[in-house]
């Protein structure tokens, strides 16, 4: 049996674009999340474990998720994923003002059609800050992002800068 090619996916094939709200605070515009130093993301899965009486070893299964995803970014004027972040955090925006949607668009998994499409992951985030200003070089923002409601599965359109996103619900083929 011949071996499969085997390509690595480099960190840079996943990226994430932020829902920026219009001036209206209605229609969000997916705008690429540049400039972060950080966008780790982390599982958080519930666990059931247990022990019975007849076994020796404990029981466990994974009964939900609540995925988060640590950032930091310097920040740059004229960013509207900056601003976007700094109003929250800077206006200690809560409940709803403080919620975003990402799209994750992962640039390693090409669609047949439409061009520049790409399967993509969308969900729903608190923007949640922990610190600003903690370099001498850049001012910097760090926080998490914690999710607020389902993975919704698609696929994102990419324009030809590579800069905006147009996320698409449903079953994608590659």
């Given at each position: 049996?011949?071996?499969?090619?085997?390509?690595?996916?480099?960190?840079?094939?996943?990226?994430?674009?932020?829902?920026?709200?219009?001036d209206l605070g209605v229609t969000p515009t997916f705008n690429r999340m540049r400039g972060f130093t950080t966008l780790s993301q982390s599982?958080?899965?519930?666990?059931?474990?247990?022990?019975?009486?007849?076994?020796?070893?404990?029981?466990?299964?994974?009964?939900?998720?609540?995925?988060?995803?640590?950032?930091?970014?310097?920040?740059?004027?004229?960013?509207?994923?900056?601003?976007?972040?700094?109003?929250?955090?800077?206006?200690?925006?809560?409940?709803?003002?403080?919620?975003?949607?990402?799209?994750?668009?992962?640039?390693?998994?090409?669609?047949?059609?439409?061009?520049?499409?790409?399967?993509?992951?969308?969900?729903?985030?608190?923007?949640?800050?922990?610190?600003?200003?903690?370099?001498?070089?850049?001012?910097?923002?760090?926080?998490?992002?914690?999710?607020?409601g389902n993975r919704i599965v698609g696929s994102a359109t990419v324009d030809s800068n590579g800069q905006v996103a147009t996320f698409t619900?449903?079953?994608?083929?590659?």
């Amino acid at each position: 049996m011949a071996e499969t090619e085997r390509k690595l996916v480099k960190r840079s094939d996943k990226v994430a674009f932020l829902g920026c709200l219009d001036d209206l605070g209605v229609t969000p515009t997916f705008n690429r999340m540049r400039g972060f130093t950080t966008l780790s993301q982390s599982k958080n899965p519930a666990e059931y474990s247990r022990r019975y009486v007849d076994e020796d070893q404990e029981q466990t299964d994974v009964t939900g998720y609540s995925p988060s995803f640590e950032f930091g970014f310097d920040q740059y004027a004229g960013d509207p994923v900056h601003e976007e972040i700094v109003d929250i955090l800077d206006n200690e925006k809560l409940g709803n003002d403080a919620v975003r949607d990402v799209v994750i668009v992962d640039f390693s998994q090409k669609l047949v059609s439409p061009a520049n499409s790409y399967k993509a992951v969308k969900r729903s985030y608190a923007i949640i800050g922990d610190t600003e200003g903690d370099s001498t070089d850049a001012y910097t923002y760090s926080g998490t992002l914690r999710t607020k409601g389902n993975r919704i599965v698609g696929s994102a359109t990419v324009d030809s800068n590579g800069q905006v996103a147009t996320f698409t619900e449903g079953s994608v083929s590659l």
